[in-house]
């Protein structure tokens, strides 16, 4: 259909109106009203018949495709935007032949079309890179912990001021492609968008050095996280704590400020056990004969037993020591055999590694009594097996103390109080 056609069919009804009468200034109005409304809904109806047929074509194409890219632009509602072009361009190509009379107002709607067309593009783009984010997770898994919403979130902000840059010249006419108009905008950037470009250094250092991952599990008692990282974007960082609860952590402060990352454990071959038994002092004594004598029957430490007594007489026996007061010469105390029992314990204990670091120390005396410190690494390092694991190893070793003669320390409760 040529244009002088068109032309012809908008204006019939205000010929019409002149010819039965009307002043011509009311039948241009009344036509032009009329002929924008009627337009305005047929562009609405070919708006939502277009996205339609669009949608359609992209669910038939991405069951025809292997790939998978195409799914995610569906998701990301690709197809809908895509479908806003053909009404867009009807309304540019009708309006300034039924506007022609109003060049004011035809200004404006073009005004408004183009700025519709900067936010559309600006969707469109936002699309694209979601599109890329949600498939670069899902189906490359290099990129699964990486922070590839802080750069989403970068690109993002550059399109949106460049997005108002053109809207403002649209606006106003004023040319922002002076070195004046940048300047000025990059230092309102600068100021406006500091945290936001500390952020987006933070995660660039983050994903270079590979300080933290989605899903590692950090504790940053600055912020009081203790959980997994569930999502590093340009501004803050999340963390799920294990109380289901959320802290949101800013990401420039994984750069800045010191913060514990647990991944190391989680890579290893064990994860490690460190606590301490605090004895009573005044129960730590040498060990009678009559004492080995039934120490000896404890299977795990028999063999050491007899072994270090031989070690000790011959000693003994050699300096000619008087043995009628204990403290002269060697002797084996009951918390030496009982550290000895506790390591031949873990040794046998399949929970355990044995390839790792295994030792039970002695810590310097203190207030509460003699820290005996259990260090070593258990096989599985899943969190409610590893308290399991732990958890049966303290329970066998606290109830095998009173066997050495040996006493916790506890602050006197009531009842203790009550006896004396």
Not at 325 to 333: E, H, S, Y
Request: charged content about 20%.
């Amino acid at each position: 259909m040529e244009k002088k056609t068109i032309v012809e069919y908008i204006h019939w009804f205000q010929n019409y109106l002149i010819e039965v009468g009307m002043n011509n200034y009311w039948a241009t109005l009344i036509n032009t009203v009329l002929v924008a409304l009627i337009t305005i809904v047929l562009v609405i109806l070919l708006d939502i018949v277009t996205r339609k047929i669009i949608l359609q074509f992209f669910k038939a194409f991405s069951k025809k495709t292997k790939a998978t890219y195409d799914d995610f632009l569906m998701q990301s509602n690709f197809p809908r935007f895509i479908a806003h072009f053909l009404p867009l361009a009807l309304l540019w190509y009708f309006f300034p032949i039924i506007l022609e009379y109003y060049p004011k107002t035809l200004g404006f709607i073009q005004t408004v079309l183009k700025i519709y067309l900067v936010i559309l593009c600006i969707l469109i783009f936002r699309s694209v890179l979601r599109s890329t984010n949600n498939y670069l997770r899902a189906k490359r898994e290099k990129f699964s912990d990486k922070p590839l919403d802080s750069y989403l979130q970068v690109l993002m902000i550059f399109a949106w001021g460049i997005g108002i840059f053109f809207i403002i010249n649209l606006l106003t006419g004023y040319d922002v492609k002076s070195l004046a108009t940048l300047g000025a905008a990059s230092a309102v950037i600068l100021i406006i968008f500091k945290d936001t470009l500390l952020g987006f250094v933070a995660s660039i250092q983050i994903s270079v050095n590979d300080n933290v991952r989605i899903g590692d599990w950090i504790t940053f008692s600055k912020y009081g996280a203790d959980g997994y990282v569930t999502e590093i974007n340009l501004a803050t960082v999340k963390v799920q704590n294990f109380d289901n609860t959320y802290t949101t952590i800013p990401t420039y402060s994984l750069v800045s400020d010191s913060f514990q990352n647990w991944r190391g454990m989680q890579e290893s071959d064990g994860r490690r056990i460190k606590r301490s038994l605090f004895l009573k002092q005044s129960s730590v004594h040498f060990l009678t004969s009559e004492e080995i004598e039934t120490l000896k029957k404890i299977q795990l430490i028999a063999p050491y037993i007899e072994h270090r007594q031989k070690e000790i007489d011959r000693h003994n026996k050699v300096r000619a020591y008087d043995k009628s007061v204990p403290i002269n010469g060697r002797n084996q105390t009951n918390l030496g055999v009982f550290r000895r029992y506790a390591e031949a314990y873990l040794h046998e204990n399949d929970a355990i590694n044995k390839d790792m670091l295994l030792m039970v120390r002695h810590l310097s005396p203190t207030e509460k009594g003699l820290p005996v410190e259990i260090f070593c690494f258990s096989h599985n390092k899943n969190w409610i097996e590893y308290e399991t694991i732990q958890a049966e190893i303290f329970d066998h070793l606290i109830a095998s103390m009173p066997y050495f003669g040996l006493e916790l320390f506890e602050f006197p409760t009531g009842s203790d109080i009550s006896r004396l």
